[in-house]
Nanobody, 126 residues
Framework: VQLQASGGGVVQTGGSLRLSCLAP????????LGWFRRAPGKGRAFVGA????????YSADFVKGRFTISRDSSKNMVYLDMDLLTPEDTANYFC????????????????????WGQGTLVTVSS
């Protein structure tokens, strides 16, 4: 599955962006789709995930209240809506797919994701 993340760009502090992740050719059922990010000079961090079948979403504590994950079943698309962005949110954001629907994926364990996208760069200027 070739995941396609898009929507990155440059935004000022306090601004908003919507990232999209498309999973073409995949009939999503019990899959889990997650968002991760890698900031310059830092390791990969779990941002959140969504269970495709129920639409239940989970966000990491450091983005709660600012980032929202949702899906559009008709478009096979997952979204990451990011508000109140700060320079600390500057990172390459990428989506990942667990076709088995493991709870560990939903909870942010990258090892159980079996497909990864290339990422989209978000830069927040001060």
């Amino acid at each position: 599955v070739q995941l396609q993340a898009s929507g990155g760009g440059v935004v000022q502090t306090g601004g908003s962006l919507r990232l999209s992740c498309l999973a073409p050719g995949r009939t999503l059922r019990s899959d889990v789709l997650g968002w991760f990010r890698r900031a310059p000079g830092k390791g990969r961090a779990f941002v959140g995930a969504i269970k495709w079948s129920s639409g239940t979403a989970y966000s990491a504590d450091f983005v709660k209240g600012r980032f929202t994950i949702s899906r559009d079943s008709s478009k096979n698309m997952v979204y990451l809506d990011m508000d109140l962005l700060t320079p600390e949110d500057t990172a390459n954001y990428f989506c990942a797919l667990d076709t088995r629907g493991y709870e560990s994926s939903y909870n942010g364990y990258p090892e159980t994701y079996n497909f990864w996208g290339q990422g989209t760069l978000v830069t927040v200027s001060s």
